[in-house]
């Protein structure tokens, strides 16, 4: 069976990035054109605005908690949509995805590491890491440029 891919929003040109712009590094559109894939924007569909303050992913004894800066927790609606983009990929039978680096949300392999100081660990975005847990061959923009 062909794959049939999910690709992040901010990927083919939704300005959906908590600052109000998209990312351009890759053009997946044909790939949307041609109905090879559908694209979502976890945080949109989580019931967050755009823009929106930036959020990063920490570890705690208790879990996971996606919180702002400003120390604004996010974790409900993370973890709602995730639930969501889930039930998407297996309503439109989504065997892969292709998601925005280091996102909180779509980030995979390497995220920020919660303290907002640009530094990168080891780890996955909420919804790419759901994705991931439930079968779907996950990869970064930037691996699937560097294919
Ligand atoms: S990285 Fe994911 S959650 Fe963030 S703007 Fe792009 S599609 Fe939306």
């Excluded at 996606?66 to 995730?82: C, D, E, I, P």
């Excluded at 996955?124 to 990869?139: S, T």
């Amino acid at each position: 069976m062909k794959p049939k891919y999910i690709i992040s929003s901010c990927l083919v040109g939704v300005k959906c990035r908590y600052n109000g712009t998209c990312s351009s590094t890759i053009n997946l559109n044909d790939m949307i054109e041609k109905g090879e894939a559908i694209d979502v924007c976890p945080e949109v569909i989580g019931g967050l605005p755009t823009p929106r303050e930036p959020v990063e992913i920490q570890q705690t004894e208790d879990g996971i908690q996606v919180t702002s800066k400003t120390g604004n927790n996010y974790t409900n609606q993370f973890l709602k949509s995730a639930e969501e983009v889930l039930s998407i990929c297996k309503e439109n039978n989504i065997t892969h995805a292709i998601l925005q680096s280091r996102s909180p949300s779509c980030g995979f392999g390497k995220i920020y590491d919660g303290t907002f100081t640009g530094n990168l660990i080891d780890g996955n975005g909420v919804v790419a890491d759901a994705l991931d847990k439930n079968g779907i061959k996950v990869i970064t923009d930037e691996e699937f440029a560097s294919k």
